[in-house]
Structure formats: structure tokens, C-alpha cells
């Protein structure tokens, strides 16, 4: 999440405005017609789905072939997921300064109960800005290593691009590098498993990429994959950072291997309290959660994913949430616990911004999972703390 204009919050907990909620006001009267579908087709929807979403991990891990055999998910099997973030995808390139991943890593995460893994890349920075567009091999040697790593300890993978700005704001120009790039990626994963390895085109379009022209862009890197693995299952996100509201006009391909995907923020003067990156001035650190209205909203946005359920028959899965290490940990678990409890239930499953580094779940350093984030989150919290198999490993 890069993008959001800080301006003052709404004293009455209000949604914040972001650039997704100003963008959606003119969609307010679509959402009121698909709330008016009723709750009986979202029942069916889940009921469904929803056992798929629960055993289908478990079979289709045991599956390693290049092709997907048999009927198409509604939502991937991402289950219990956390974002690889602040390794691969620094805007400048390179790998971040701080914990440098490792297999042991892997390890870690999956004995903490984790199914998937998303890994954000900066491909654009690592690849040759002339064409072919070749990606740095090492660069890529290192990404696959820690795929495999992934692989071997029973962990889905979620390879995403990430950071590649030009993308959104000159989508025309760069419509056939990102493509090319993706064509790169498509051959060098061709062998893992399309039940394993997903593929996600374009982290949070916006500025100019937006849902109106999100396919033309993103289309033909769907289809330089597709040229290579028809069954690979692909992550698309819309316009405003994926945001919430953007999953109102998503209209995604006919390919039944082609996956919806948002990213939860809300409310960002929490979640980003005192973050630089975004567009303005910092939102002021002590925002807490829980005041007038942030039950609330967590109530409309649960409703926009319903709505969006009942109009695509696919379930989304969210591909960032989290909050900013300048809020108070407990403050912090509390926001994970109720994002988890409030979208659970619709079998949108979330994928946690991060393991380590910042927005942390772990503490590289203490070697331990922060207190009370695995258990807000439904996994086991361990007491002791886990030691970490690269420090046991060494003793
Ligand atoms: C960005 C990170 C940021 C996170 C939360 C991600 O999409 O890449 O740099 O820390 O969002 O804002």
C-alpha cells in the first residue's frame, strides 16, 4: 500500500478518505442494487464453496503436476497466509537491508501453521529496461531458491510483481515489459505445480491504471503465461490499491484460472499511522483501533465482498493486511483479530503483511512470533516461544 492521501480523518469513524473511497462514491448506487440480491445467495454461494475452500488444501498439495486436472476452484486454497514482504520488492531494487530470507525461515512459518506464503518481487528493477527484458539470472536464482524453500516445507507460493510503478502510471508503455517479464517467469516456473505456485500480474494498480483499462494492461501478460501454462492459476487486483471498494467494478477474464484478489487497510489513519510512504503527510501515530465506527465499517466492507460473491460466484482472497509497528502491539492484534473474524466467515481468507522486518509477525531478532498475532489469527500461539530452526539448528 503506497498511495493513500493523508488528509484529516473523519471525526464520526467514517470511512477515511482514501483515494479508493472518494473513487467509489459514484458506485454507491451499484452496491445498493447488489445488496438487494439478498442474503440467500451468498448463503448458497458459501455453503458451496466453503468446504471446498476448507479440504481442498490439503488434496491439492499432494498434487505435483504442470497442469491442473479436474474442475477449477472458486477461491484458491490459500488458507493461513503471510506475506514475504520487505525482502524482494524495495523500490530501488535489491534485497532489503534487514533479515535476509532463508529456508529456515520457511520452516518457521509452516511450523507456525501457515499455508501460503505471498512473495512480493521487484522484477522490474532486476530485469534489463531494454527488450528482450531479461531478468537478472542470479536475481532469479535467488527467488527460486527461496520458491523451492517455500515448496519443500508443504507451503503454498503467491509470486507477485511488485513496485513496478511505471506500470501505473504509463500502463500503455509498459504494457509489453511486464508481459515479457511475466513470459520469463511463466518458462522458468513451468514445472511447479499450478496446484503450488500462483502467479500475481501487478501489485495494487493505480494512478492511471485503472479498472476501466486494468485488462488491456494486465491482459496481455495473462496471456504470455497462458502461452505457457493454461491451468496456472493468476491473481488479479483492482484499480486504488486493490482497495475494497475497487472489487465493485472488477470485471475479471472468463478463464476459470484467474483469481480476484484486494488489500484491507481500512481504517488506513490506523494501519499506516505515521507511515512515510504515502502521498501527503503521515497519518498522526496514536490513532487507536476500536473507536465509534470501526466495527461498523468492518460490517459495510464485509458486505462489499458479499456483493461482489454473488455477482462473480468467486471468492477474493485478501492479499494485504495488516498494521504499521508504530501502533502499540496489543493494539495491533486486535486489528488482525477483527479483520480475521469479520472476513473468515465468507471463506475470504487473508494473507498478513508481513513476517518480518515491518509490519511484523515475527521478531527476527528475539527469534519468537510477536505475542497474541498467531493466536488473533487462529493459529496456535507458542508458549514458549518458537525457537527459530536456523538458531537450534546451531547450537
Ligand atoms: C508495500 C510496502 C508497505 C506495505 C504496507 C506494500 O504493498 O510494498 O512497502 O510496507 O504495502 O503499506
Redesign the pocket.
Known amino acids: 500500500?503506497?498511495i493513500r492521501e493523508s488528509v484529516a480523518e473523519p471525526e464520526d469513524g467514517s470511512p477515511s478518505p482514501s483515494v479508493g473511497a472518494v473513487a467509489s462514491t459514484h458506485r454507491s448506487q451499484w452496491r445498493l442494487a447488489g445488496g438487494a440480491l439478498g442474503l440467500a445467495g451468498l448463503v448458497l454461494a458459501v455453503a458451496t464453496i466453503g468446504p471446498l475452500y476448507q479440504t481442498g488444501s490439503a488434496v491439492w498439495a499432494s498434487l505435483a503436476d504442470t497442469a491442473w486436472a479436474g474442475t477449477p476452484p472458486a477461491s484458491l486454497p490459500i488458507g493461513a497466509c503471510i506475506n514475504l514482504?520487505?525482502h524482494f520488492?524495495t523500490p530501488l531494487g535489491g534485497e532489503h537491508p534487514g533479515k535476509r530470507l532463508d529456508a529456515g525461515d520457511m520452516a518457521n512459518i509452516r511450523a507456525a501453521g501457515f499455508n501460503t506464503v505471498r512473495l512480493?518481487v521487484n522484477w522490474r528493477s532486476q530485469s534489463d529496461p531494454n527488450p528482450p527484458y531479461q531478468i537478472d539470472p542470479q536475481w532469479l536464482a535467488r527467488v527460486s531458491d527461496m520458491v523451492d524453500a517455500a515448496l519443500a516445507n508443504g507451503l503454498n507460493v503467491i509470486i507477485d510483481s511488485?513496485?513496478f510503478f511505471a506500470v501505473n502510471t504509463d500502463p500503455d508503455a509498459n504494457t509489453v515489459r511486464l508481459a515479457a517479464i511475466w513470459k520469463q517467469l511463466a518458462t522458468h516456473f513451468a514445472q511447479k505445480s499450478p496446484k503450488r505456485v500462483w502467479f500475481e500480474l501487478h501489485?495494487?494498480p493505480h494512478d492511471s491504471l485503472t479498472n476501466d483499462n486494468l485488462m488491456k494492461v494486465l491482459g496481455p501478460s495473462l496471456a504470455a503465461i497462458r502461452s505457457v501454462s493454461p491451468t496456472r492459476p493468476v491473481i488479479i487486483g483492482g484499480e486504488h490499491a486493490s482497495h475494497v471498494d475497487s472489487l465493485a467494478t472488477l470485471e475479471l477474464p472468463s478463464d476459470p484460472y484467474v483469481f480476484p484478489t484486494f488489500h484491507y487497510?481500512e481504517p488506513f489513519f490506523f494501519t499506516?499511522q505515521g507511515?512515510t510512504?504515502g502521498k501527503g503527510k503521515p497519518p498522526p501515530l496514536g490513532r487507536v483501533y476500536g473507536i465509534p465506527g470501526d466495527a461498523e465499517r468492518l460490517v459495510t466492507d464485509t458486505q462489499k465482498v458479499r456483493s461482489y460473491i454473488q455477482r462473480t460466484g468467486k471468492i477474493p482472497f485478501i492479499g494485504?493486511t495488516g498494521a504499521?509497528d508504530t501502533a502499540p502491539l496489543p493494539q495491533r492484534v486486535k486489528y488482525v483479530r477483527a479483520v480475521h473474524r469479520a472476513f473468515t466467515p465468507l471463506g475470504v481468507s487473508q494473507c498478513y503483511?508481513g513476517y518480518t522486518n515491518?509490519?511484523p509477525f515475527y521478531d527476527y531478532k528475539a527469534q519468537r512470533w510477536l505475542p497474541g498475532m498467531l493466536g488473533a489469527i487462529g493459529l496456535h500461539d507458542p508458549v514458549p516461544p518458537a525457537v527459530h530452526p536456523t538458531a537450534a539448528a546451531a547450537q
Do not use: D, K, L, S
Open positions: 500500500m503506497t514482504g520487505n520488492e512480493p511488485h513496485h501489485n495494487e487497510y499506516h507511515a510512504w494485504e504499521y503483511w515491518t509490519f
